[in-house]
């Protein structure tokens, strides 16, 4: 069985200060790794995948295979990055999706 | 980027009727949606994927009777809730991967259902 856990469901930071969403999954084979994020009355759209080791709006993830881990990261938090963040995983070739409960992170003034 | 609609964002019915729920891929063709609900302050549960001129297949634990999913064309799958009751009220969401961009899910913004 496929997992995914977001331990925090609240994270409140402020401008310029450096953010960690933590994301750990559990899979038996290999997985691979995407955020999510939905802003204030907007759809959930992708924000970043581990096989593509882009960084997006100043976000990166690394997978940690070790760790089980797959954190978002970004140096300088920006007020436009409260959203809803949430980190899901896809194993095998159905392309399924199983979703974190999500953190919502809120950056102050 | 790719763009996935939904119809209608918001419905209200009364218990024992059916809803359809459209979902739309309308500028790419999608062979595979998926069907999430997500509750309140929850996240997102897959709760079948849509397969274009084939049976949908539900995850366990999902009435397939209840929830039925019609994926007739590239570019439209529905979502029928069918004998609705309270408990089904619910946000779903759609989604469609799109071939062109490596498979990547499109997310629809989703229908909010109340059933009275």
């Known amino acids: 069985a496929q997992r995914v856990t977001q331990p925090e469901k609240l994270l409140s930071v402020f401008k310029g200060a450096p953010v960690e969403l933590k994301c750990n999954y559990s899979?038996?084979?290999?997985?691979?790794l995407f955020w999510y994020v939905q802003y204030s009355r907007q759809r959930l759209q992708l924000l970043l995948r581990?096989?593509s080791r882009e960084s997006i709006k100043g976000f990166t993830a690394d997978l940690n295979k070790g760790e089980t881990s797959f954190h978002l990261k970004k140096p300088f938090a920006q007020e436009e990055d409260s959203a809803m963040y949430y980190c899901?995983?896809?194993?095998?070739?159905?392309?399924?999706?199983?979703f974190g409960k999500g953190t919502l992170l809120t950056v102050n003034p | 980027g790719a763009v996935v609609s939904q119809h209608p964002s918001r419905v209200i019915c009364k218990s024992g009727t059916s809803v359809k729920i459209e979902c739309r891929s309308l500028?790419?063709?999608?062979?595979?949606m998926f069907w999430y609900r997500q509750f309140p302050k929850q996240s997102l549960m897959l709760m079948a994927t849509?397969?274009?001129?084939?049976?949908?297949?539900?995850e366990q634990g999902v009435e397939k009777d209840k929830f039925l999913i019609n994926h007739a064309s590239l570019t439209l799958s529905t979502l029928t809730v069918t004998s609705a009751h309270p408990e089904d009220s619910s946000f779903y969401i759609c989604?469609?991967?799109?071939?062109?961009?490596?498979?990547?899910?499109?997310f629809g913004p989703g229908t909010r259902l109340t059933v009275t």
């Open positions: 899901a995983l896809s194993g095998g070739s159905n392309y399924k999706l199983t």
């Open positions: 899979y038996s084979g290999s997985p691979e």
């Open positions: 989604s469609a991967m799109d071939p062109r961009n490596s498979y990547e899910q499109y």
């Open positions: 849509s397969n274009e001129g084939s049976k949908a297949t539900y």
């Open positions: 581990h096989i």
């Open positions: 500028d790419f063709q999608a062979t595979t």
